[in-house]
């Protein structure tokens, strides 16, 4: 009989821990989808050892997340936050300190989930060190941000490149990350799996909604959102100019519209002082401050009633794996404008749910945003169809697909080149 130790899923998020906050730093879609993975293989009962970098010297060496999850922090570089680059130099160490670890506590591991490239470089060397297989999740791709028109990391992509020809299977976020790596990086369709995550906000309660429209101050008033991780690649600058547009239409005089979040690692070195300095910057010489209100990175957990009080979720991202955000949005209630990149076709319903923009022109996100403000109508009807859209989505789904693409790779009796049953394929993915 197998032990439940036995069973344990090594989970390797090197620089992104379920726990941390989100809407800061590195902290975003990643962190909550591990989470969410962990908390739901622990109720199917698989356990679950993660192991993330130790960035800050006040957190215990291990922390529960659920019960059988653990969360382990290993002291490997300075114990504070480094820039992603710097983190690759640890890699070597990190594997060795699971390895470590593994061989103290006699740890027999089912197999390695790693999140993130820098993670597949950890969980490639546990692969032959643990004598488990491995399963790749990459939440986002040099290449998938490069075709966006973004600075390319050429070593990262090459990387990636080499990770996806050699991991045993690859947990895709959506069905266009699925087709990047098909043809961006010659990944083999039958190894590819898509598993979209899901969304979990309570509805929002009215006397929650009611407090934030009072702290806002935004009685009488209609309230566009955008949230995120401030960085380039997310496009606030789009909607900034898109509402400096909207604001010069009389009948749209009172429309203010909130950001959340805070500047990321990229973010914090862009411009002069910041992603927020610089959007900031672009809000006042706009004339627009009095119609702008930056909020901060607010906790997941608090986040339903904004997104519920919104009229509209703008996402003009320049490139999305998924775009959780859009989800989290519909699942309240709001439609949501967005560009037509990545996954977020799969999560906006165009002209259901709400718009989907080719390109980044600001006018045409200010005509759709004005559009939707103009008809309430419209808006209500679209908003009842993102709520039952949202509901297709689910983090149980999620968690189901992820845990039979273990059970598949965990069992040789099972061919690694029978696809996963969520495989991608080019045809299919037209
Ligand atoms: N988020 C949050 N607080 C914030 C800003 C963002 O909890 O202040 C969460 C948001 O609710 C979503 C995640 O961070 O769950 C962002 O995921 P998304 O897929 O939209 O973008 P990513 O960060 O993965 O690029």
Same mark, same amino acid.
Request: net charge negative; aromatic share 4%.
């Given at each position: ?38 908390? !739901?293989? *622990?109720? @199917?009962? &698989? ?6 970098? +130790?960035?800050?010297?006040? #957190?215990?060496?291990? =922390? ?100 996806? !020809?050699? *991991?045993? @299977?690859? &947990? ?6 699925? +087709?990047?790596?098909?043809? #961006?990086?010659?990944? =083999? ?119 519920? #009080? ?121």
């Amino acid at each position: 009989m197998t032990e439940p130790a036995a069973r344990a899923i090594a989970v390797v998020s090197v620089h992104a821990s379920p726990l941390s906050d989100l809407g800061r730093g590195e902290n975003g879609g990643m962190n909550l989808g591990v989470l969410r993975l962990c908390e !739901g293989l *622990a109720e @199917r009962g &698989v356990p679950t050892d993660v192991f993330v970098r +130790r960035d800050d010297p006040d #957190l215990p060496a291990e =922390r529960q997340i659920a019960p059988g999850s653990r969360l382990i922090l290993l002291d490997v570089g300075p114990p504070q936050p480094v820039p992603k680059d710097a983190v690759i130099q640890m890699l070597d160490g990190f594997a060795d300190a699971v390895l470590e670890r593994a061989a103290r506590e006699e740890r027999i591991y089912r197999l390695v989930h790693a999140h993130y490239w820098l993670s597949g470089l950890v969980a490639r060397r546990l692969r032959d060190g643990l004598g488990t297989p491995w399963v790749q999740s990459f939440h986002s791709l040099a290449r998938m941000r490069a075709a966006a028109g973004l600075p390319f990391d050429f070593q990262r992509g090459a990387i990636e490149e080499e990770l996806a !020809g050699q *991991a045993d @299977r690859i &947990v895709a976020m959506s069905r266009a990350e699925g +087709r990047a790596l098909l043809r #961006l990086y010659r990944a =083999r369709s039958e190894r590819i799996c898509v598993a979209e995550p899901g969304v979990d906000l309570e509805s929002a309660r009215p006397a929650d909604i009611a407090a934030v429209r009072r702290k806002l101050g935004l009685q009488g008033r209609r309230m566009i959102l955008f949230a995120g991780r401030l960085e380039p690649l997310k496009g606030a600058e789009t909607l900034v100019e898109a509402i400096r547009q909207v604001a010069s239409d009389p009948d749209l005089a009172d429309t203010v519209c909130v950001l959340i979040g805070d500047d990321s690692g990229d973010g914090a070195r862009s411009g002069d002082g910041g992603e927020r300095r610089r959007l900031e910057g672009l809000v006042a010489s706009a004339g627009i401050s009095d119609r702008v209100r930056f909020l901060g990175a607010i906790p997941h957990t608090a986040l339903a009633p904004y997104y519920a #009080l919104a009229d509209v979720c703008v996402v003009p991202s320049r490139v999305e794996t998924f775009g959780l955000v859009a989800l989290e949005a519909q699942a309240q209630g709001t439609p949501v404008v967005a560009a037509r990149v990545g996954g977020l076709p799969e999560v906006v319903a165009d002209g259901e749910t709400g718009h989907l923009i080719d390109g980044h022109d600001p006018s045409d996100y200010a005509a759709a945003i004005a559009a939707l403000l103009h008809d309430d109508d419209a808006r209500r009807r679209m908003g009842d169809a993102a709520r039952r859209r949202a509901a297709t989505f689910g983090w149980d789904r999620m968690v189901d697909r992820i845990l039979s693409i273990y059970n598949r790779v965990s069992s040789p009796e099972i061919p690694l080149e029978l696809p996963c049953g969520y495989e991608v394929s080019l045809g299919s993915l037209g």
